[in-house]
Nanobody
Framework: VQIVESGGGLVQPGGSLRLSCAASGFTSGIYAMSWYRQAPGKERELVAR????????NYADSVKGRFTISRDSAENTVYLQMNNLKPEDTAVYYC???????????WGQGTQVTVSS
């Protein structure tokens, strides 16, 4: 399996970024795709998740109303549109893919997002 993230970078507060994650090799299907983030000295936290089928989503309270997760199921690709970015959003963002509801996550290598003036 392979998970490749892209789209990170440096942005000023109030700006926007769009992260992409492409998953391949999951021949038995995918239950959910998620974005996590980890800031220096902090634990990794769930940012947003989207499931296959009905496409239900859930978000961390800190990003609700600012971030939107979406998925192209045909391409096994997930996106994270991040608007009104704040310095506290600075972190390495990781894409996670889960084959089944109770399976462990497969992880991407991460992409750095830095929000600074």
């Amino acid at each position: 399996v392979q998970i490749v993230e892209s789209g990170g970078g440096l942005v000023q507060p109030g700006g926007s970024l769009r992260l992409s994650c492409a998953a391949s090799g999951f021949t038995s299907g995918i239950y959910a795709m998620s974005w996590y983030r980890q800031a220096p000295g902090k634990e990794r936290e769930l940012v947003a998740r989207i499931t296959s089928g009905g496409g239900s989503t859930n978000y961390a309270d800190s990003v609700k109303g600012r971030f939107t997760i979406s998925r192209d199921s045909a391409e096994n690709t997930v996106y994270l549109q991040m608007n009104n970015l704040k310095p506290e959003d600075t972190a390495v963002y990781y894409c996670a893919v889960r084959r089944g509801k109770y399976d462990l996550n497969y992880w991407g290598q991460g992409t750095q997002v830095t929000v600074s003036s």
